[in-house]
């Protein structure tokens, strides 16, 4: 009859266990420290509706940042990483082979008068040929998020930026002489204790698209950190009744990446949005005076997507960022095709199906099934378990490791940091009998 606490493990099995989780997430964070990860392997093969166009995609993460284009087969038609961090990428209208692409790169102390800097850059790239230029750069003290995500073209000369940096802004800039033509301010409609950390990453405003709405220019603004994708009208501001989310209410959007409109002659008004943190992508449809939820896809190797895009042909093009693809589905939730993009893609488009969602029809209007889940069919060992992982707790231990981290090197990592405080804990309670008994 048991008289105390008792162990449910042999303490030495359950020690041998935390050494050996922990040698693993060593070894694996030792072979992406010292292999470069390949962004050049081969495509996985398609289902039928494959894939026959050139891909490209910006990537933030793992390994070096890069830009890097595919070709229908599979293999790369171009690469960039001569920056640290890539983010939004756009056709460019100087040609069918360009686009134009946004990143960012450490500036020396020197350079940047006793501070260390981020310089922020937008480029203009033909991938046939390798040359480019360009289009504007900005560099500023690295203070909290200073990343500029997104960069949407209004004309040939002026371009509306997503300012990450505070005081968190969306502007147009005129790149022949470096006005600016009008900002809105977050600040206008939103208190410092709504979002992040205030101010160095209060509203991690990742997205910006020049709209029009009932006949008037409008703005669309992804405010990450405050769960919403909002509108705002130059010269009034912002339209509160046409706000998609709510700060805090994760059910609608939590963290959400590069929301795209749908206008109402293609069946909208429509938002497709990457619902990052839900590991989702959604739509919400405009019906009368609010937004109801249209359509939501999910599997089981989805985690943490950035992107999504519908496309002319009806499929929805997505970035898994920490599943290490990009994927194509179907109105009726299949997946189209697969490839494999090194961990941390953040953007992606599709050459000649037009910018983002530019040529795609709403989810109402191709009557898509809403998927959930599908077969495990697309899920290695390796990203079923980093599938496990609830996505802010992997992103948060992203951020905290190594940028050549990979997302199952986190996944470890945690395994590891578990089962050591399990231990620990086991250890502890067993030395608290111990001290009892005597």
Same mark, same amino acid.
């Given at each position: 009859m048991s008289d105390g606490f008792r162990v449910p493990l042999d303490r030495r099995h359950l020690r041998g266990l935390a050494l050996a989780v922990c040698l693993?997430?060593?070894?694996? @964070?030792?072979?992406?420290?010292?292999?470069?990860?390949?962004?050049?392997?081969?495509?996985?093969?398609?289902?039928?509706?494959?894939? $026959?166009?050139?891909?490209v995609a910006a990537v933030d993460g793992t390994g070096p940042g890069q830009i890097v284009a595919y070709?229908?087969?599979?293999?790369v038609a171009y690469r960039n990483e001569s920056l640290t961090l890539y983010h939004d990428v756009d056709p460019s209208p100087a040609g069918e082979r360009t686009v134009e692409f946004?990143? #960012?790169?450490?500036? !020396?102390?020197?350079?940047?008068?006793?501070?260390?800097?981020?310089?922020?850059?937008?480029?203009?790239? +033909? @991938?046939?040929t390798g040359a480019g230029d360009v289009v504007h750069e900005w560099s500023?003290?690295? +203070?909290? #998020?200073?990343?500029?995500? $997104?960069? !949407?073209r209004v004309n040939e000369s002026v371009l509306l930026v997503a300012d990450i940096n505070y005081p968190d802004r969306v502007y147009m800039l005129d790149t022949r002489t470096d006005e600016v033509l009008w900002e809105w301010r977050v600040s206008a409609a939103y208190e410092p204790?709504?979002?992040?950390?205030?101010?160095?990453?209060?509203?991690?405003?990742? $997205?910006?698209?020049?709209?029009?709405?009932?006949?008037? &220019?409008?703005?669309?603004?992804? =405010?990450?950190?405050? $769960?919403?994708?909002? *509108?705002?009208?130059?010269?009034?501001?912002?339209?509160?009744?046409w706000t998609l989310g709510e700060d805090g209410d994760h059910d609608t959007l939590y963290e959400q990446h590069n929301p795209d409109y749908?206008?109402? &002659?293609?069946?909208?008004?429509?938002?497709?949005?990457?619902?990052?943190e839900n590991n989702r992508v959604v739509e919400y449809q405009r019906e009368g005076d609010r937004w109801v939820e #249209?359509?939501?896809?999910?599997?089981?190797?989805?985690?943490?997507?950035?992107?999504?895009?519908? @496309? %002319?042909?009806?499929?929805?093009?997505?970035?898994?960022?920490?599943?290490e693809r990009v994927l194509a589905v179907r109105p009726n939730g299949s997946v189209a095709w697969s490839r494999p993009v090194p961990a941390g893609g953040y953007d992606v488009e599709v050459l000649g199906t037009g910018e983002e969602s530019a040529?795609?029809?709403?989810?109402?209007?191709?009557?898509? &099934? #809403? &998927?959930?889940?599908?077969? *495990? !069919? !697309?899920?290695?060992?390796?990203?079923? @378990?980093?599938?496990?992982? %609830?996505? =802010?707790?992997?992103?948060?231990?992203? *951020?905290?490791?190594?940028?050549?981290a990979s997302p199952l090197d986190a996944a470890l990592v945690l395994a590891a940091a578990t089962a050591v405080a399990v231990w620990l804990a086991i250890e502890s309670a067993v030395a608290v009998r111990h001290r009892r008994r005597q």
């Amino acid at each position: 009859m048991s008289d105390g606490f008792r162990v449910p493990l042999d303490r030495r099995h359950l020690r041998g266990l935390a050494l050996a989780v922990c040698l693993l997430a060593v070894a694996s @964070l030792a072979a992406s420290a010292v292999t470069e990860r390949d962004t050049a392997r081969a495509a996985t093969a398609p289902t039928d509706g494959g894939l $026959d166009r050139t891909l490209v995609a910006a990537v933030d993460g793992t390994g070096p940042g890069q830009i890097v284009a595919y070709r229908p087969n599979g293999s790369v038609a171009y690469r960039n990483e001569s920056l640290t961090l890539y983010h939004d990428v756009d056709p460019s209208p100087a040609g069918e082979r360009t686009v134009e692409f946004v990143a #960012s790169d450490v500036v !020396d102390e020197e350079t940047c008068g006793g501070e260390e800097c981020l310089r922020n850059v937008v480029r203009r790239v +033909n @991938l046939s040929t390798g040359a480019g230029d360009v289009v504007h750069e900005w560099s500023r003290p690295r +203070n909290g #998020s200073t990343q500029i995500h $997104d960069v !949407d073209r209004v004309n040939e000369s002026v371009l509306l930026v997503a300012d990450i940096n505070y005081p968190d802004r969306v502007y147009m800039l005129d790149t022949r002489t470096d006005e600016v033509l009008w900002e809105w301010r977050v600040s206008a409609a939103y208190e410092p204790d709504s979002g992040g950390a205030y101010p160095s990453d209060w509203t991690h405003l990742n $997205d910006v698209e020049w709209v029009e709405i009932d006949g008037r &220019e409008v703005v669309m603004v992804s =405010l990450r950190n405050q $769960d919403q994708v909002v *509108f705002v009208e130059p010269g009034r501001g912002l339209l509160e009744d046409w706000t998609l989310g709510e700060d805090g209410d994760h059910d609608t959007l939590y963290e959400q990446h590069n929301p795209d409109y749908i206008p109402p &002659e293609r069946g909208g008004p429509a938002v497709l949005v990457a619902d990052s943190e839900n590991n989702r992508v959604v739509e919400y449809q405009r019906e009368g005076d609010r937004w109801v939820e #249209s359509w939501t896809w999910t599997d089981e190797r989805l985690q943490w997507p950035r992107d999504a895009d519908r @496309l %002319p042909n009806g499929t929805t093009v997505i970035v898994d960022s920490h599943g290490e693809r990009v994927l194509a589905v179907r109105p009726n939730g299949s997946v189209a095709w697969s490839r494999p993009v090194p961990a941390g893609g953040y953007d992606v488009e599709v050459l000649g199906t037009g910018e983002e969602s530019a040529g795609g029809a709403s989810a109402a209007r191709l009557d898509y &099934e #809403s &998927e959930r889940a599908s077969p *495990f !069919d !697309d899920v290695d060992p390796g990203h079923w @378990l980093v599938a496990t992982v %609830p996505p =802010l707790l992997l992103h948060g231990t992203l *951020f905290a490791l190594p940028t050549w981290a990979s997302p199952l090197d986190a996944a470890l990592v945690l395994a590891a940091a578990t089962a050591v405080a399990v231990w620990l804990a086991i250890e502890s309670a067993v030395a608290v009998r111990h001290r009892r008994r005597q």
